[in-house]
Every structure is written in structure tokens, then in C-alpha cells.
């Protein structure tokens, strides 16, 4: 079973995702919070698997929430839930720690698939959203990606984990590993999941 924790302003939201988190036997629902300050504190307190976060909420953002529940060592994969028409920090809260983003219009499978994938710890990253951040260029890449790291770059934007990844090119583990370390250095960022977003927003991966 995996625990999410619902992050959201808007209580309609929340009573929205916790009747469909809570129906389902896959997820246990052990927290809400409406705003980022809130968050914080639950997620310390649950240290759910997973937890769904609004980006624009007030005293305190999600993107300094992600980034703080980040400084506090809380091991939560965090899913920023965004409208994408009006949230332009998707790509920051994703390089201060997200594992990926959602549409909040997605059907319910989608949003099931997406926790579960964040569970694993893979990058969830939806195509819609990822259109919207082509060309929104954070950083210069001074070297450009090999046709190999490419390939890593795309198998990881599927959601394979490094073994998938090292089974389908035929290569070691360990070689998916130095390869992704590479893209990380030549984009600027620190994990998986802002490594597949700066690679749609820089034109490298196209939804």
C-alpha cells in the first residue's frame, strides 16, 4: 500500500483526491495540508511515499516546500499537481526536488499510475506539461548529449529504471549510471526527473 499525503489549497480539491486515493486499496490517504507551512510539518510527521503538491498556495509555496522538505531530509517522492495554464514554477519545483508534475484535469488511472511511478522513484513527467516548457532554457549546455546519452534520456523519460534501461542497450548498470551522470553535469541539474524536464524544455526529448 502506498501513503500519499494531498497538498492543496482549494478544499474541494482535497475532498476530490482523498475520496479517489482513499476507494482505491493500492493507496492509504494519512494526511492533508493547505498550504506549504502545513506540508511541511505533515510530511515530517507522516514521511508518506508519496505526496501530491499544489504549487500556488499561501504563506508558504510548493516550491519552497519541496525544497525545504528536501533540507529536512523527509524521503517523500513529491508529485507536483499543476493546472500548467497558469503555474509557471513546474520546472523549479522539479529542480528543487520533485520527482515530476500531473495534470489535475488527469483521468484517475493516470493519477494512480503516476503515484505508483513516483513510489518507484521514477520521473513523471506528462507530455501536456512538457510541451509547455519547450524552450524555457534555465541553463546554457556547453557540451552537447551523445547519441548514447540521448538513448539513457529517452528510456528514463518512459519511466525504465536503470536496469530496464541497461537491459534494452544491452550495457551495464553501471554504464546507464556514468552516462546519466554525464547528462546531469551537461544540464545543470542534480537528478532524474529534472534531467528529463530540462532535456524537453531544451528540445532534446519532444512530447
Known amino acids: 500500500m502506498i501513503s500519499v499525503l494531498i497538498v492543496d489549497d482549494h478544499p474541494v480539491v482535497r475532498d476530490g483526491l482523498r475520496g479517489m486515493f482513499g476507494a482505491d486499496p493500492r493507496f492509504e490517504v494519512v494526511g492533508e495540508a493547505g498550504d506549504g507551512t502545513a506540508a511541511i510539518a505533515a510530511g515530517e510527521r507522516f514521511r508518506p511515499d508519496v505526496i501530491l503538491m499544489d504549487l500556488r498556495m499561501p504563506r508558504t509555496d510548493g516550491v519552497t ?96 529504471t536503470n536496469r530496464e534501461a541497461a537491459e534494452r542497450l544491452f550495457i551495464s548498470q553501471a554504464t546507464v549510471k556514468t552516462h546519466l551522470l554525464h547528462v546531469y553535469a551537461k544540464l545543470g541539474v542534480n537528478d532524474r526527473a529534472a534531467a528529463v524536464a530540462a532535456a524537453f524544455a531544451k528540445g532534446y526529448l519532444t512530447p
Do not use: C, H, N, W
Request: charged share 25%.
Open 65 to 160: 516546500a519541496i525544497r525545504e522538505l528536501a533540507e529536512r531530509g523527509v524521503p517523500s517522492r513529491v508529485l507536483v499537481i499543476t493546472t500548467y495554464d497558469t503555474d509557471g514554477d513546474v520546472l523549479a519545483a522539479i529542480e528543487a526536488g520533485a520527482t515530476g508534475y500531473l495534470l489535475k484535469e488527469a483521468t484517475k488511472e493516470e493519477m494512480f499510475r503516476a503515484v505508483e511511478a513516483a513510489a518507484r522513484g521514477q520521473a513523471v513527467l506528462s507530455p501536456a506539461v512538457a510541451s509547455r516548457l519547450m524552450g524555457q532554457v534555465r541553463r546554457p549546455v556547453s557540451d552537447p548529449l551523445s547519441q548514447r546519452e540521448l538513448e539513457v534520456l529517452e528510456l528514463i523519460a518512459q519511466g525504465s
